[in-house]
């Protein structure tokens, strides 16, 4: 009975077959799956693309609920949603952001750093029916966002 306890002792833990098949896993692993978590340009890209076709669908739908034209302006890499100063003045200044629809904080800004973000229009208002002033095209990395005129229907369009 001494000898089959010893056997049993002796046969518990892994081979070297399976430790090595495991370690030549994980380097499979860690070469495919690493590169993509360092690299977040398409992480950066994705979200900012997101963040702006948002803020342009918020831009037309504020535009319908309070009866007052709003404008999605874009500069320097980054976005903005304004409302009107006073309703059908036409007028609009940064000091009268539009309030983030999340967290209510004054002024619906975004951008980020390695992100180029254009429109062929640097400015799009949305009257108070939701339609806008021109059709657009705004290019944010590699992805495009088109707004229909007639409509203020915005979608993704990227080729």
Known sequence: MEISTIKNKNSSGFTLVEL?????LLGIISAIALPRFFNRSGFEDHALFTDTLNAVRYSQKLAVASGCATQI???ANSYAVLRENTCGSGSFSSALAAHHPTTGEAGYTGSQGNVSLTAINSTTTFNALGQADADNTITVGSRQISII????FSYDSTP
């Open 20 to 24: 090595v098949m495991v370690i030549v």
């Open 73 to 75: 302006a874009i500069s």
């Open 149 to 152: 005129a007639a409509t203020g």
